[in-house]
């Protein structure tokens, strides 16, 4: 084709879409070479033509910055750059564009390449400016650099085009490079310029310049408020519930809470040290008490150095934990009080700690330890001097080292030297030994370990060959021990610690093997008449005569494992021979002194059948067998020969009663512990009886929001009716009061300790929150009442930090205390959400058949992509797992509510989730929540007046993905 004109070129290049270079290559072909483009008006033309629509036209707008940036390199033409900065003062804050996704990155582009050449004039006005001034002749240069600050600051002072360089940033790194270098030296030669005004008007462009790639991660944080009940209850849950648990899930979802809350660490640092001594001074007499102090004075520090690697740097991080110490020492009642129960000065070990950790300077440790001291001599008087030696901070950190030390000695052979090893075993079950030992082993995660190398010993000690009596009796009394050791750690801790990894393929040992099959547990079920409990009857046999023998039973060549096995059997046989009249109540107690009298574990063992036994048994039935449990958990009526009996006793009988907990509760039944210095079992039975599970549920936690905060008590109700209600029923009551809240205060109290709760088990809920909960709220109208402000806000909140909490952590591994409760069925979801990636849900379904729907889709040129389309499917998310699924279908339901011609309480409970999640999202949302969000919902979000900004958009989408770069480029163009 042959062009007659400039106009005609210049229709043909867009009608064509020629890229800039094509656009310069096929001018340079049309007009002759002696023309230049100043005779031909070529700016002028391009102008005419660009701006003919009701916006700028990107393509023809792109050639003229062509011609700039290839043609006006030469800065010294004043008259020729003050033209075009004319020109860019026309269009720099005014750019938009309602093409292609195409076009609008086009545009992206053109901005940025506009923004390097802009820079590089201001420089080159600089340099002159500079020259004049040492040539005296300063006005000039002056001019043209005020201009083209002036023209920088235009163009950077709205948002609207630094999210589109945002954009073009990550199109085009390089450029962005460039840009930076040129920045650089603007710098340099702007650091001697005299004219103050100029000076702070260039550093006030740089800064804008340095702010577009950080757009998404500002944040402020809340200085207005100074108690956070979130990590005060979440550090309560952990030290209360799950002491043996690692470190790093717990610091990753204390951090999910800042950011969330956007807690300054100073104040975030100083929550989890209250919450630390709350714990200590509310925690029970006993174990309770160890178990706090070791999670106080060994686990959280080892947190907060987990912390410390979050934080931007070490000086600042040191800094922080100064501060909360400083907050802390104004706290005098809550000091004096944990000083009070501990029987010692707290913070001083606490900052000795910290110190030693590199959490705190020498010279702020000393500073705080002596502001203490000078308030603790007003403090009320500590215990009376018969206690004063009771310390228990002071006595775990001497036990860490100690746990060291005998895990050292238990990897020695133990058949060279059983007697040494036991003299150590006999040593740590004297006085609370053994509950300081494990409590420290606990809080710095080498309990796993410890139990390990004690079923080994266990397993060693089952069975002998050509034993002497004294050996025999050595090894009945390390096999009794080990076992005691290990079933009070499984009740104490939670069988997990105990059992090995199954995927490891290693050789199970007998006790794991008993502790999974015959032992019981709280909401584990036991049938008696399991293979477990019917061993080969010859060896019951042989057991009942040994037992039946008045004479002492026999250690030699005893094999232990055996005995443990068949025990059951035995106990059944004498239990029906008593039944019958064939033996009478003295060879009962004969038998019941036989069977504990040397090796506890057979008592131990005996009882763990009896318990299953008698919940199989009628009201008239269970006589017989309760009175046996009574006999065998009771005194010795003949005398002891072996060693350590009374301390074997004690572990005994709080194994005994933390077995029998639950049936003599359902019996009603009392039996005595003869408990000698073993606390009795804290927190156990606590929902008042004859009261519905709904009202305690609705009474607990109305008192928690009066009060502000989640207490231990609180903690341990809310888990056994989570436990006996079920995830669904805890839940949707929960947020039933939730939505009865009226005064927003209280709504937002009620989602900081609602979203504590829900950490008893996270997982669970958020997919009963986001699956049914949520959805049945969304798509009823009746419900939708509900959904006003505040409430609905609050939920909205309350979703959005459930969702974002879950999915950043169930990549990890499910705490111990959240493995005990059935796991919702993946399968179970995958038909409630049928989310294949061949065959979409139906509601994926209904929501592709509405594609011609213009208020599905924002414009016909998209009808390519489908409205279910989101960045998930193009990072290939596994879609099996459960949580995906759910979030996926919540997100469709978003974007269904969006497109629907019906507003209503919904749609704004949409926008206030979707506003929430870009609140708490950092900067770089790949692999966030958000990627389940369909694409077509960006251009729907920005119809919404509140979500109708750059920044929004740039934090919704994935900038990560072209796709992603594409969307938001097209929905910020278009703003």
Same mark, same amino acid.
């Given at each position: 084709?042959?062009?007659?004109?400039?106009?005609?070129?210049?229709?043909?290049?867009?009608?064509?879409?020629?890229?800039?270079?094509?656009?310069?290559?096929?001018?340079?072909?049309?007009?002759?070479?002696?023309?230049?483009?100043?005779?031909?008006?070529l700016?002028?033309?391009?102008?005419?033509?660009?701006?003919?629509? #009701?916006?700028?036209? %990107?393509?023809?707008?792109s050639?003229?910055?062509?011609?700039?940036?290839?043609?006006f390199?030469?800065?010294?033409?004043?008259?020729?750059?003050?033209?075009?900065?004319?020109?860019m003062?026309?269009?720099?804050?005014r750019?938009?564009?309602?093409?292609?996704?195409?076009? !609008?990155?086009?545009?992206?582009?053109?901005?940025?390449?506009?923004?390097?050449?802009?820079?590089?004039?201001?420089a080159?006005?600089?340099?002159?400016?500079?020259? &004049?001034?040492?040539?005296?002749? %300063?006005?000039?240069?002056?001019?043209?650099?005020?201009?083209?600050?002036?023209?920088?600051?235009?163009?950077?002072?709205?948002?609207?085009?630094?999210?589109?360089?945002?954009?073009?940033?990550?199109?085009?790194?390089?450029?962005?490079?460039?840009?930076?270098?040129?920045?650089?030296?603007?710098?340099?030669?702007?650091?001697?310029?005299?004219?103050?005004?100029?000076?702070?008007?260039?550093?006030?462009?740089? +800064?804008?310049?340095r702010s577009?790639?950080?757009?998404l991660?500002?944040?402020?944080?809340?200085?207005?408020?100074?108690?956070?009940?979130?990590?005060?209850?979440?550090?309560l849950?952990?030290?209360?519930?799950?002491?043996?648990?690692?470190t790093?899930?717990?610091?990753?979802?204390?951090?999910?809470?800042?950011?969330?809350?956007?807690?300054?660490?100073?104040?975030?640092?100083? @929550?989890?040290?209250?919450?630390?001594?709350?714990?200590?001074?509310?925690?029970?007499?006993?174990?309770?008490?160890?178990?706090?102090?070791?999670?106080?004075?060994?686990?959280? #520090?080892?947190?907060?150095?987990?912390?410390?690697?979050?934080?931007?740097?070490?000086?600042?991080f040191?800094?922080?934990v100064? *501060?909360?110490?400083?907050?802390?020492?104004?706290?005098t009642?809550?000091?004096?009080?944990?000083?009070?129960? !501990?029987? !010692?000065?707290?913070?001083?070990?606490?900052?000795? @700690? !910290?110190?030693?950790?590199g959490?705190?300077?020498?010279?702020?440790?000393?500073?705080?330890?002596?502001?203490?001291?000078?308030?603790?001599?007003?403090?009320?008087?500590?215990?009376?001097?018969?206690?004063?030696n009771?310390?228990?901070n002071?006595?775990?950190?001497?036990?860490?080292?100690?746990?060291?030390?005998?895990?050292?000695?238990?990897?020695?052979?133990?058949?060279?030297?059983?007697?040494?090893?036991?003299?150590?075993?006999?040593?740590?079950?004297?006085?609370?030994?053994?509950?300081?030992?494990?409590?420290?082993?606990?809080?710095?995660?080498?309990?796993?370990?410890?139990?390990?190398?004690?079923?080994?010993?266990?397993?060693?000690?089952?069975?002998g060959? @050509?034993?002497?009596?004294?050996?025999?009796?050595?090894?009945?009394?390390?096999?009794?021990?080990?076992?005691?050791?290990?079933?009070?750690?499984?009740?104490t801790?939670?069988?997990?610690?105990?059992?090995s990894?199954?995927?490891?393929?290693?050789?199970?040992?007998?006790?794991?093997?008993?502790?999974?099959?015959?032992?019981?547990?709280?909401?584990?079920?036991?049938?008696?008449?399991?293979?477990?409990?019917?061993?080969?009857?010859?060896?019951?046999?042989?057991?009942?005569?040994?037992?039946?023998?008045?004479?002492?039973?026999k250690?030699?060549?005893?094999k232990?494992?055996?005995?443990?096995?068949?025990?059951?059997?035995?106990i059944?046989e004498?239990?029906?021979?008593?039944?019958n009249?064939?033996?009478?109540?003295?060879?009962?107690?004969?038998?019941?002194?036989?069977?504990?009298g040397?090796?506890?574990?057979?008592?131990?063992?005996?009882?763990?059948?009896?318990?299953?036994?008698?919940?199989?048994?009628?009201?008239?039935?269970?006589?017989?067998?309760?009175?046996?449990?009574?006999?065998?958990?009771?005194?010795?009526?003949?005398?002891n020969?072996?060693?350590?009996?009374?301390?074997?006793v004690?572990?005994?009988? *709080?194994?005994?009663?933390?077995?029998c907990?639950?049936?003599?509760?359902?019996?009603a039944?009392?039996?005595?512990?003869?408990?000698?210095?073993?606390?009795s079992?804290?927190?156990?039975?606590?929902? %008042?009886?004859?009261?519905?599970?709904?009202?305690v549920?609705?009474?607990?936690?109305?008192?928690?929001?009066?009060?502000?905060?989640?207490?231990?008590?609180?903690?341990?109700?809310?888990?056994?009716?989570?436990?006996?209600?079920?995830?669904?029923?805890?839940?949707?009551?929960l947020?039933?009061?939730?939505?009865?809240?009226?005064?927003?205060?209280?709504?937002?109290?009620?989602?900081?300790?609602?979203?504590?709760i829900?950490?008893?088990?996270?997982?669970?809920?958020?997919?009963?929150?986001?699956g049914?909960?949520?959805p &049945?709220?969304? +798509?009823?109208?009746s419900?939708?009442?509900?959904?006003?402000d505040?409430?609905?806000?609050?939920?909205?909140?309350?979703?959005?930090?459930?969702?974002?909490?879950?999915?950043?952590?169930?990549?990890?591994?499910?705490?111990?205390?959240?493995?005990?409760?059935?796991?919702?069925?993946?399968?179970?979801?995958?038909?409630?959400?049928?989310?294949?990636?061949?065959?979409?849900?139906?509601?994926?379904?209904?929501?592709?058949?509405?594609?011609?729907?213009?208020?599905?889709?924002?414009?016909?040129?998209?009808?390519?992509?489908?409205? *279910?389309?989101?960045?998930?499917?193009?990072?290939?998310?596994?879609?099996?797992?459960?949580?995906?699924?759910?979030?996926?279908?919540?997100?469709?339901?978003?974007s269904?509510?969006? &497109?629907?011609?019906?507003?209503?309480?919904? +749609?704004?409970?949409?926008?206030?989730?979707?506003?929430?999640?870009?609140?708490?999202?950092?900067?770089?949302?790949?692999?966030?929540?958000?990627?389940?969000?369909?694409?077509?919902?960006?251009?729907?979000?920005?119809?919404?007046?509140?979500?109708?900004?750059?920044?929004?958009?740039l934090?919704?989408?994935?900038?990560?993905l072209?796709l992603?770069?594409?969307?938001?480029?097209?929905?910020?163009?278009?703003?």
């Amino acid at each position: 084709m042959k062009v007659v004109n400039l106009k005609q070129a210049i229709l043909q290049a867009w009608k064509e879409r020629w890229s800039d270079y094509q656009w310069s290559i096929n001018m340079k072909k049309f007009f002759p070479k002696g023309a230049t483009w100043d005779i031909l008006n070529l700016a002028e033309a391009l102008l005419e033509q660009a701006m003919i629509g #009701p916006s700028p036209n %990107p393509l023809i707008l792109s050639y003229l910055k062509y011609a700039i940036s290839s043609q006006f390199d030469d800065f010294s033409r004043d008259l020729c750059v003050q033209a075009l900065l004319d020109i860019m003062d026309m269009f720099c804050d005014r750019l938009s564009c309602h093409g292609k996704a195409e076009e !609008c990155i086009g545009l992206c582009r053109a901005l940025l390449s506009a923004l390097h050449w802009l820079l590089r004039c201001t420089a080159a006005s600089a340099e002159r400016l500079r020259e &004049g001034l040492e040539a005296g002749t %300063p006005a000039a240069g002056e001019k043209q650099l005020a201009m083209c600050l002036q023209r920088l600051e235009k163009t950077l002072s709205s948002t609207k085009n630094r999210a589109l360089l945002h954009i073009a940033k990550l199109e085009e790194a390089s450029s962005w490079t460039a840009i930076e270098h040129s920045l650089l030296k603007l710098g340099d030669i702007l650091a001697n310029l005299s004219n103050p005004q100029l000076r702070s008007q260039a550093e006030q462009c740089g +800064t804008l310049i340095r702010s577009i790639p950080t757009m998404l991660s500002v944040h402020s944080e809340q200085l207005h408020k100074t108690g956070f009940p979130t990590v005060h209850a979440l550090v309560l849950l952990e030290g209360t519930m799950n002491l043996t648990g690692e470190t790093q899930p717990l610091v990753e979802q204390l951090m999910m809470v800042k950011r969330m809350q956007h807690i300054p660490t100073p104040l975030f640092v100083l @929550e989890i040290w209250k919450a630390c001594f709350v714990g200590l001074i509310e925690s029970p007499e006993g174990t309770g008490e160890l178990k706090w102090t070791a999670f106080t004075f060994l686990k959280i #520090p080892q947190v907060l150095v987990k912390l410390k690697k979050y934080s931007h740097g070490d000086k600042d991080f040191t800094e922080d934990v100064n *501060s909360a110490f400083e907050f802390l020492l104004k706290l005098t009642p809550l000091l004096d009080k944990a000083d009070q129960r !501990c029987n !010692c000065d707290c913070t001083n070990f606490l900052l000795q @700690e !910290c110190s030693k950790q590199g959490l705190l300077s020498e010279a702020s440790m000393n500073n705080l330890m002596a502001k203490r001291k000078a308030d603790r001599e007003h403090a009320p008087q500590l215990k009376s001097d018969e206690n004063a030696n009771i310390q228990p901070n002071r006595l775990i950190l001497r036990a860490e080292p100690t746990v060291t030390n005998i895990l050292k000695t238990m990897d020695a052979d133990h058949s060279k030297s059983p007697e040494g090893l036991l003299g150590v075993l006999g040593h740590m079950l004297s006085g609370k030994s053994l509950d300081l030992l494990l409590a420290a082993a606990a809080a710095t995660g080498k309990l796993k370990s410890f139990a390990r190398k004690f079923i080994n010993l266990n397993e060693f000690t089952t069975h002998g060959s @050509e034993e002497s009596t004294k050996a025999a009796s050595v090894r009945a009394l390390l096999f009794d021990i080990s076992f005691l050791m290990l079933c009070h750690v499984a009740q104490t801790y939670g069988s997990e610690v105990i059992l090995s990894d199954s995927s490891t393929g290693a050789e199970v040992f007998f006790f794991e093997t008993w502790m999974q099959t015959c032992m019981p547990e709280e909401g584990k079920i036991l049938n008696p008449d399991h293979p477990c409990f019917r061993p080969d009857s010859t060896k019951v046999e042989s057991l009942v005569a040994l037992l039946n023998n008045f004479s002492e039973m026999k250690l030699v060549q005893m094999k232990w494992n055996e005995a443990c096995l068949s025990i059951s059997a035995a106990i059944l046989e004498i239990l029906n021979a008593w039944e019958n009249g064939v033996l009478a109540f003295e060879s009962i107690q004969k038998i019941t002194d036989n069977i504990k009298g040397k090796v506890c574990s057979l008592a131990v063992c005996a009882v763990a059948w009896l318990v299953a036994h008698v919940r199989m048994l009628g009201l008239d039935e269970r006589e017989k067998s309760l009175q046996m449990i009574r006999q065998l958990a009771g005194p010795l009526n003949s005398e002891n020969t072996l060693q350590f009996y009374n301390e074997r006793v004690v572990i005994m009988s *709080s194994i005994l009663e933390h077995m029998c907990a639950d049936v003599l509760q359902q019996t009603a039944t009392q039996i005595k512990f003869p408990a000698m210095g073993m606390d009795s079992m804290p927190y156990w039975n606590l929902l %008042p009886p004859k009261r519905p599970i709904k009202e305690v549920l609705t009474d607990v936690f109305a008192k928690v929001l009066e009060r502000g905060w989640v207490d231990s008590r609180s903690i341990h109700v809310f888990d056994t009716l989570l436990h006996m209600g079920g995830v669904y029923w805890f839940c949707n009551n929960l947020i039933k009061e939730l939505l009865k809240e009226t005064r927003k205060e209280h709504t937002l109290r009620a989602v900081e300790l609602l979203y504590s709760i829900f950490c008893l088990d996270m997982q669970q809920v958020t997919l009963v929150l986001l699956g049914h909960i949520l959805p &049945g709220l969304l +798509t009823d109208s009746s419900k939708w009442h509900s959904l006003m402000d505040p409430p609905g806000t609050a939920l909205a909140k309350l979703a959005v930090w459930c969702a974002l909490s879950s999915y950043s952590s169930h990549k990890g591994q499910a705490s111990s205390r959240q493995k005990k409760r059935h796991r919702e069925d993946i399968e179970d979801y995958i038909s409630l959400f049928p989310l294949d990636d061949m065959q979409p849900s139906k509601l994926m379904r209904l929501l592709s058949s509405n594609e011609d729907d213009a208020n599905i889709l924002s414009s016909p040129t998209d009808r390519s992509m489908s409205s *279910s389309l989101s960045a998930s499917q193009l990072h290939t998310v596994n879609m099996r797992d459960p949580l995906n699924r759910v979030l996926a279908n919540l997100f469709l339901l978003i974007s269904s509510i969006l &497109g629907s011609r019906t507003a209503g309480p919904h +749609t704004q409970f949409v926008q206030w989730f979707m506003e929430e999640c870009v609140d708490c999202l950092e900067q770089g949302s790949r692999g966030s929540i958000l990627q389940f969000m369909p694409f077509t919902t960006v251009s729907e979000l920005v119809k919404v007046s509140a979500m109708s900004s750059p920044r929004v958009v740039l934090a919704i989408t994935d900038l990560s993905l072209p796709l992603g770069r594409q969307v938001a480029a097209k929905a910020i163009a278009a703003l």
